[in-house]
């Protein structure tokens, strides 16, 4: 069984999903009732089962969440407590790739605030799928005199000509929304 306890009352979450996902099983997907938190969940004994919980907005953006991992054995019954908080959220609109003046290609977005991503991870449309391409780990960030965090992401060489892109920010709550990466 999984309890979530009530959501905050500083946060706005209108529906809340489970995904179970591991190397040798097929994705587990279960929405959480918001009036119970309740639900029960068979998964398949195993190594490295990782429990995702995503809490998504009204606008259906991914906006909290947890993730944890665990080693189940047959017919072991296992409470796990899942911490969560905020995931990464692009303030306005999409990032940006360009070349600038020292031609390197950079990725520039904008946050609101500072979510701590560890990463950033790349997808290119490949047959009407997102697929991933890369994990970035190696960016710079500043912030401005209005609080706004700017991501840097340097010297990543993508096919804009052939393909589509989109990008997401991990924090140790999980992937954030994905958002299209555009030309300016």
Not at 10 to 15: K, L, M, N, Q, R
Not at 22 to 37: Q, Y
Request: glycine share 8%.
């Amino acid at each position: 069984p999984l309890q979530a306890d009530p959501v905050p009352g500083t946060v706005y979450v209108y529906s809340i999903i489970v995904n179970v996902t591991a190397n040798d099983m097929e994705t587990i997907t279960r929405d959480v009732p918001l009036d119970t938190g309740r639900i029960t969940l068979e998964v398949p004994a195993g190594s490295q089962r990782t429990f995702e919980v995503v809490g998504y907005d009204d606008g259906g953006n991914r906006y909290y969440g947890g993730i944890a991992t665990v080693d189940l054995s047959p017919g072991q019954q296992v409470n796990l407590n899942i911490e969560m908080g905020e995931l990464f959220y692009i303030a306005d609109g999409n990032p940006y790739y360009y070349q600038n003046q020292s031609q390197e290609w950079i990725i520039d977005f904008p946050a609101y605030k500072q979510y701590n991503p560890v990463a950033f991870n790349i997808y290119k449309m490949v047959n009407d799928q997102w697929v991933l391409e890369t994990v970035i780990t190696n960016f710079t960030s500043m912030v401005d005199q209005y609080n706004v965090y700017t991501y840097t992401i340097k010297n990543l060489i993508l096919d804009t000509t052939n393909y589509s892109y989109s990008l997401s920010g991990v924090n140790i709550y999980g992937e954030g929304n994905i958002y299209d990466i555009y030309l300016p």
